[in-house]
T-cell receptor
Framework: QKEVEQNSGPLSVPEGAIASLNCTYS??????FFWYRQYSGKSPELIMS????GDKEDGRFTAQLNKASQYVSLLIRDSQPSDSATYLC??????????FGPGTRLSVLP | DVKVTQSSRYLVKRTGEKVFLECVQD?????MFWYRQDPGLGLRLIYF???????EKGDIPEGYSVSREKKERFSLILESASTNQTSMYLC????????????FGPGTRLTVL
């Protein structure tokens, strides 16, 4: 059974701080990794995808992948109250379905 | 721009009713998915389809069926709605498997009384 685990939170950070969200996965052959943001009552929207070991930056967001440790993280710099949401980690192997983590609830305090 | 639409944002039905949830994507995507999302349980895959007229069971298919007669449309059917099917239903699509991003529709919040 493929599993993706996340700390459910809530993770609370002050405005302007760095928020660090973590995700571990069980299937060593996983190839593609995604972070989605979901506001309450809304559907998930893609923030970033990452496929290779290392860091990938997009604006205030940085995804980090370590396949040896089966670990993917999302850093949000200069956190804003509008970043308050649930963040879903998703993992897939080529040709197979996504496996989603349970999500981490982030609260950015003004 | 990527677009996945769902027929209703909110739906209220009675126990035993037949319920149809429609999903349409305009991106010519091959793959379409139906999930339900419940507090504490995350996203759970109900059914998916890799091609027209093809369907595969996901993790929780019991009590549901699907139909895909056209590439752009994927319907979820609750043959006889029950109260434990009260949930948020999310449709998603991808171009192919693997590296392709899943794009989600806005969701349908279904309440079964």
């Amino acid at each position: 059974q493929k599993e993706v685990e996340q700390n459910s939170g809530p993770l609370s950070v002050p405005e302007g701080a760095i928020a660090s969200l973590n995700c571990t996965y069980s299937d060593r052959v996983s190839q593609s990794f995604f972070w989605y943001r979901q506001y309450s009552g809304k559907s998930p929207e893609l923030i970033m995808s990452i496929y290779s070991n290392g860091d990938k930056e997009d604006g205030r967001f940085t995804a980090q992948l370590n396949k040896a440790s089966q670990y993917v993280s999302l850093l949000i710099r200069d956190s804003q109250p509008s970043d308050s949401a649930t963040y879903l980690c998703a993992v897939t192997i080529y040709g197979q379905n996504f496996v989603f983590g349970p999500g981490t609830r982030l609260s950015v305090l003004p | 721009d990527v677009k996945v639409t769902q027929s209703s944002r909110y739906l209220v039905k009675r126990t035993g009713e037949k319920v149809f949830l429609e999903c349409v994507q305009d991106m010519d995507h091959e793959n379409m998915f139906w999930y339900r999302q419940d507090p504490g349980l995350g996203l759970r895959l109900i059914y998916f389809s890799y091609d027209v007229k093809m369907k595969e069971k996901g993790d929780i298919p019991e009590g549901y069926s699907v139909s895909r007669e056209k590439k752009e449309r994927f319907s979820l059917i609750l043959e006889s709605a029950s109260t434990n099917q009260t949930s948020m239903y999310l449709c998603a699509s991808t171009l192919m498997g693997g590296r392709d991003t899943q794009y989600f529709g806005p969701g349908t919040r279904l309440t079964v009384l």
